[in-house]
């Protein structure tokens, strides 16, 4: 009994301990925004809202978050669809090569972004395309089109097969069978797909920073930033940033995984 | 390698839902026990109690005259074997079979030696290599078997062993758990729902309901003298007849029906009082044309409704003339003629009738029409 | 037969449905690759690029010991990383899954990967709060008056090896989890029951099936750290560089596309390497 309850406070010491480690950065940044002095390290002069101000009327950062935003919905539509669409070809039909063709699609996720992007640069550089959220967006489908097409292929199971069958059967239309039964019998996957796309190419750096150059996104914005070094209004960037991702978390759990456990 | 088992007062309570009440049962060694009952009835907690996965609220369970208490599964003369097989899915099947032996510290050449002569045993043995999922459903089975086995235990526990499998295969695995049972001696207990797979393979069957046990003994006795309503209905189709006790003499006891009053030979006394709440019975084989030797009650004539061929016999559904909102439910010769509105004589064998006690609740799920 | 079978007509449409998808992974994901290939043998005169078509940059790379010495200091990151996380994140996996109430398992997990959600870049940073030499712990210790002098943490090799750690141990603890929740009770129930003590049935049983999960995400840790120049450049600093790091200078400084090429092409043999030693345990099932 004294070894079981030794093993008990154990565990849940190094429960707490590990959740310390884990949350330490994230409470500093957090704590720190709110420094009323110019640095954000200890000692802790006392609680402002400044930095939330200057960081809101700053409209280099504001255009930086629209353009994140914008790069991330779009990027992530385009890479559910082309995914959804992949998905729904190799698990419906029996193509030939068809693990090949697999592989190809998922192959961009084995690769480091660096590699994508700087493919994409030389590629870009040689062809003459300037660079601009656009291309930051194409990059960003690149990366995220293997993460839709595996969610998405991994949730088509046989047994919706003959639902869809069953529809061919009474006189469905291909696209209609697409639409009107596939689609939103995979919902669930099809949004956790859309939402992690959208929060990768929220947060990706290096193919952003690589392919833009006027227009920039929020993480190369907050790179550059860092060149002040330590900065309670970096601190505050931040803060805004992470109650954001939380935000987006919090509604793929709500929306998205509750369904799908309840099932 | 085998020993006796005694359950004595057991109770298991979750939380407020009672799942064995107060169970009480005496196994010998080398029996092979099944324990009957629908779901939720408390066969699995109490197969649970006896490989120590839980222990009892109160109460004791003694293997070979020792109290198991708080020994855990691993010290105990017991092995399970699981109702999904529980085969380790990273070994081949003879480190599968070899794992308990190994863990006792035997060593690699005797117990590869043991493994392979129990997956002989089970007709594996040239499969020694391969990995569980290159196998069939009644494979696993098999070397779950060997497994459980291998450790040699006193005490066999088999949680719903064959409820994955087949009807066909199922049929061929009870054969061969029964010989191999009988083959190395070790007390069986059995958790199964299915009654025909109860009746094939048990010494003893012990039917449970609602952490009760219900009823023990033979095969043969559980079916043909069940001891409650509920036993009654799960062995297997039976016609319940309600009624009233009236009155007992020294070789016969009488019980009014709406299908009027039924003499029926005296063979236990049941304790019945004048007047009691009586049910009547009846399995569909039990009625028999009028024709035959032997003692024979009638229970007046019925209209045949409807028919179907089962190859041994038709089955018929009657509906009897003093009382046409019952259905009987009965099994006619293979070479009758099934005519629906045709009229037959209920006639049946009184020593085949069983009087229980109470009435059926209704409606009962065995008695009604399909 | 005049037709074609019900079959091809079938295939014929769902080629459409691939089509799409597997163009862009060619255009802007196996093109680019090739043009990088080549570019990765030519050779930079002045600021232009001329295709000379031999292997100078990768034996400049074996030669120039600044190179090498970028891969090498990428592989001992990342080994260390890995390890590190591994061995901390089993733990924390498994006292979630045992340990913790099961209604609270889903909580413990989203509070675990939480920081997972803040901006990568700014998680760095938050580090980098930490370990500066006016941050957190060095202000506090001198407070506390522990030390007088500023320890250095920030620009270190420690300090990346920190911040990636946290990075990790959260996906592990996921990996893991999923893996140790997937497995039939009846797995340990059966060792237990056949004699085998906590620890064996540990070793024997739960171990080796949770050892997928264990190796997907130890890959995804080696892929994401080997290829990642945020936390090496925010807290590593530039005393010594990682490869991405090295690669970034080509780029920046030296405008040597030919180089950066190279030395990617040679990250990515790396990445090829690890995938082939994990691969038996990364196979994509469908469900």
Request: charged residues 15%.
């Amino acid at each position: 009994m004294i070894s079981s309850r030794f093993s008990k406070l154990l565990s849940w010491s190094y429960l707490a301990a590990l959740y310390g480690f884990i949350f330490l950065p994230v409470a500093v940044l957090v704590l720190f925004s709110f420094q009323d002095g110019r640095l954000p390290v200890p000692p802790f002069n006392g609680a402002t809202l400044k930095w939330y101000g200057e960081v809101f009327s700053d409209s280099r950062l504001m255009s930086a978050l629209t353009n994140s935003l914008m790069v991330a919905i779009g990027s992530a539509t385009v890479a559910c669809v082309l995914g959804f669409c992949a998905a729904y070809g190799l698990a419906r039909f029996v193509l030939p090569a068809s693990r090949l063709q697999r592989g190809l699609l998922i192959a961009p996720m084995t690769v480091s972004y660096l590699i994508i992007a700087l493919g994409l640069l030389t590629t870009f550089n040689w062809l003459g395309v300037s660079l601009s959220l656009w291309t930051v967006g194409i990059g960003h489908v690149v990366i995220n089109l293997p993460l839709c097409f595996a969610i998405i292929y991994a949730s088509m199971g046989d047994h919706q097969k003959n639902i869809e069958r069953a529809a061919r059967d009474l006189g469905a239309a291909e696209w209609q069978v697409m639409t009107q039964v596939s689609a939103p019998m995979l919902m669930p996957s099809i949004l956790a797909a859309f939402f992690l796309s959208v929060t990768f190419s929220w947060d990706e750096f290096i193919i952003a920073f690589l392919l833009s150059r006027f227009d920039v996104t929020l993480p190369v914005e907050i790179w550059s930033m860092l060149r002040s070094g330590l900065n309670p209004k970096t601190n505050a960037v931040g803060s805004v940033v992470f109650l954001v991702s939380v935000a987006l978390l919090l509604i793929l759990e709500l929306i998205v995984f509750r369904r799908t456990a309840k099932k | 390698m085998t020993a006796p088992v005694s359950i004595r007062n057991a109770t298991k309570i979750f939380g407020d839902f009672t799942a064995l009440d107060d169970i009480s049962l005496e196994i010998a060694a080398g029996e092979y026990i099944v324990l009957l009952g629908p779901s939720g009835c408390g066969k699995t907690t109490l197969l649970s109690l006896l490989g120590g996965f839980l222990s009892p609220s109160s109460g004791t369970i003694e293997i070979n005259g020792k109290d198991m208490g708080d020994v855990a599964p691993a010290k105990r003369p017991t092995t399970t074997m699981f109702q999904d097989y529980a085969l380790f899915p990273h070994m081949s099947l003879r480190d599968n079979v070899a794992f308990g032996l190994k863990m006792r510290k035997v060593g690699k050449a005797e117990r590869h030696a043991k493994a392979e002569e129990l997956l002989d045993m089970v007709g594996l043995k040239t499969s020694a290599n391969k990995k569980p999922h290159e196998l069939s459903g009644g494979q696993r089975q098999r070397v779950a078997l060997a497994r459980a086995l291998a450790v040699e235990p006193d005490v066999l526990l088999l949680d719903e062993p064959l409820g994955a499998l087949d009807l066909k295969l199922r049929r061929q695995m009870q054969d061969e758990l029964k010989a191999i049972q009988k083959r190395v001696g070790t007390t069986f207990v059995h958790v199964t729902h299915d009654q025909e797979e109860a009746m094939a393979i048990a010494d003893r069957i012990v039917v449970m309901n609602a952490g009760r046990i219900e009823d023990v003994g033979s095969p043969e006795n559980i079916y043909m003298q069940p001891k409650t309503i509920f036993t009654a209905s799960f062995m297997g189709e039976v016609n319940f007849i309600p009624g009233t006790f009236e009155s007992a003499t020294d070789s016969t006891i009488s019980v009014k029906t709406s299908l009027g009053t039924v003499e029926l030979p005296e063979f236990e006394c049941r304790g019945f009082a004048p007047g009691a709440s009586v049910t009547l019975a009846i399995r569909p084989e039990h009625f028999r044309a009028s024709t035959g030797t032997g003692p024979r009650i009638t229970l007046g004539k019925a209209k045949v409704e409807d028919g179907s061929f089962f190859g041994t016999h038709h089955r018929a559904h009657l509906s009897p003339l003093d009382y046409p909102n019952m259905t009987i439910t009965a099994h006619m010769p293979q070479s009758a003629i099934i005519e629906p509105g045709a009229w037959v004589e209920l006639t049946l064998d009184p020593t085949s009738v069983v009087v229980l006690h109470g009435h059926p609740p209704r409606p009962t799920p065995e008695s009604a029409a399909p | 037969m005049a037709t074609a079978s019900l079959e091809t007509r079938e295939n014929r449409r769902a080629w459409g449905f691939v089509t799409p998808a597997m163009l862009w992974t060619v255009a802007f994901f196996v093109i680019p690759f090739v043009v990088m290939a080549a570019i990765s043998l030519a050779t930079r005169k002045g600021r232009e690029i001329v295709m000379a078509w031999n292997f100078d940059n990768y034996i400049e790379f074996f030669e120039k010991a600044h190179l090498l010495k970028g891969l090498f200091v990428s592989l001992e990151i990342t080994f260390t990383v890995t390890i590190i996380s591994v061995i901390l994140a089993y733990p924390l996996a498994w006292i979630i899954a045992e340990r913790v109430p099961q209604k609270w398992q889903r909580m413990a997990l989203i509070m675990a990967i939480l920081p997972f959600w803040t901006s990568y870049v700014v998680r760095s940073y938050s580090w980098l709060l930490v370990l500066a030499q006016n941050g957190v712990i060095n202000n506090t210790l001198v407070y506390l008056g522990v030390i007088s002098e500023p320890l250095e943490l920030a620009s270190t090799r420690t300090a990346t090896v920190i911040g990636f750690v946290h990075f990790f141990v959260m996906l592990l603890t996921l990996t893991i989890y999923a893996n140790l929740v997937q497995m039939p009770p009846n797995y340990r129930r059966a060792a237990a029951d056949l004699g085998a003590n906590g620890f064996q049935v540990f070793w024997h049983v739960v171990l080796p099936l949770t050892l997928p999960g264990i190796m997907v995400g130890a890959f995804l840790t080696f892929v994401l750290c080997i290829g990642d120049y945020i936390t090496p450049q925010i807290l590593g600093g530039n005393n010594e560089l990682a490869l991405p790091q090295v690669i970034m200078l080509q780029l920046g400084r030296r405008a040597d596309f030919p180089m950066a090429a190279t030395l990617s092409i040679i990250l990515m043999v790396v990445v090829t390497l690890a995938y082939i030693a994990c691969a038996r345990w990364l196979k994509m099932e469908r469900t």
